[in-house]
């Protein structure tokens, strides 16, 4: 069964800090990829998608992710974080070309804690 | 622009009492609606989705069912509540494959 695995259950770091949080999924065809967030107290909203191109994929507030097909790997990035990026992060996959819909996969996600 | 709206917030029910989630769409067309739900420490786990009107489709046996009465409007059900049913539900809408929009979400816990 295809799945999503989120090595990082909680991170935190201090401002200014770099921060990689890893994605790996399993599923032999075509993908697409997704971050998504959620701030405290909003809902889960999209970070950055990959579906086809370039593999690095650059997002809102500064985040990227870069695709990499041979590890199967979708890991998100950002050179410097704010206490504002404190948030609970979800990578989530779907296989390409499902037909018109989605049934996306989640990880389990990853909790940011950032302090000032 | 689009907005995805969910009623209640939050919801206590005994076990073996009905449940009835609401979500709701608003400025969009046939979108795609999904539920899913989150159990504590876990990710989402996709429980419905809809292409159209009357049209669901189950990813996991269990003790919910799934109804879309209107274009824009997908109800989330159950006969008798279970303890394991408790957690955080999400809506969310697409248009087609592209991105998912979810809406904030039901907490409900079964006592």
């Known amino acids: 069964a295809q799945s999503v695995s989120q090595h990082n259950h909680h991170v935190i770091l201090s401002e200014a800090a770099s921060l990689e949080l890893g994605c790996n999924y399993s599923?032999?065809?075509?993908?697409?990829l997704f971050w998504y967030v959620q701030y405290p107290g909003q809902h889960l909203q999209l970070l950055l998608k990959?579906?086809?191109?370039?593999?690095l994929v650059k997002g809102i507030k500064g985040f990227e992710a870069e695709f990499i097909k041979s590890k199967f790997s979708f890991n998100l990035r950002k050179p410097s974080v704010q206490w504002s990026d404190t948030a609970e992060y979800f990578c989530?996959?779907?296989?390409?070309?499902?037909?018109?819909?989605?049934?996306?996969?989640f990880g389990a996600g990853t909790r940011l804690a950032v302090h000032p | 622009s689009q907005t995805i709206h969910q009623w209640p917030a939050t919801l206590v029910q005994p076990v073996g009492s009905p449940l009835s989630l609401e979500c709701t769409v608003e400025?969009?067309?046939?979108?795609?609606l999904y539920w899913y739900r989150q159990a504590a420490g876990r990710g989402l786990q996709l429980l419905f989705y809809?292409?159209?009107?009357?049209?669901i489709s189950s990813e996991v046996p269990q003790n919910l069912s799934a109804s879309r009465p209107q274009d824009r409007q997908f109800i989330l059900s159950s006969k008798k509540l279970l303890l394991s049913d408790s957690g955080f539900y999400l809506c969310?809408?697409?248009?087609?494959?592209?991105?998912?929009?979810f809406g904030p979400g039901t907490r409900l816990t079964v006592l």
């Open positions: 969310a809408w697409a248009l087609g494959a592209d991105t998912q929009y």
């Open positions: 599923y032999g065809g075509t993908v697409n």
């Open positions: 990959y579906f086809s191109g370039d593999p």
């Open positions: 989530a996959v779907t296989p390409g070309g499902s037909g018109g819909y989605n049934k996306l996969i």
């Open positions: 400025g969009t067309s046939n979108p795609n």
């Open positions: 809809s292409i159209g009107i009357g049209q």
